[in-house]
């Protein structure tokens, strides 16, 4: 890796740490709830450990999308923009994720978006269910996507 990037790389693992926490903390509330009486200050905490991921995800992104790509999306569709960003870069540039981790990261930005938007005791307990049920592997994937592009750098 160049060394013109070492910040940014100190700056994405300081937010890999964050989401980790966000898991563990996702996890431990999981591991402690019956799914089938929970009320909407549950869910609601579920949905911010949900939106935090989501975000955590996404600082990830702007920051090398700042930094390396040296391009930000702008308008109403940026959050989509800058994830497609994460695999189609400018030329010339190494992507973070394949098409497929975007994929499977665009449901919880929708979730993200909604939980933005609307109000807790809207959640639904399916759409949350599945994914969190999703989100350790999507997690595991990320992260070694997140290797292989410091090693092309």
Known sequence: MKREYERLKTD????????????????????NLDLDKIDNTQKAAIGTFLMNFYVGVENIVKRI?????QTMPKGNSWHKELLNLSYTP?????????????NRLNPYRGFRHLFVSGYGFKLRLELMTSLIN???????DIKKAIEEFWDKL
């Open 12 to 31: 994405v693992l300081d937010e890999i740490e964050a989401i980790q926490e966000v898991l563990k903390d996702l996890s431990s509330l999981k591991n």
């Open 90 to 102: 400018p030329q010339g540039k190494d992507p973070i994720f394949s098409q497929n981790i975007v």
């Open 134 to 140: 999703n989100i350790e592997f999507l997690w595991t």
């Open 65 to 69: 999308s700042k930094e390396y790509y």
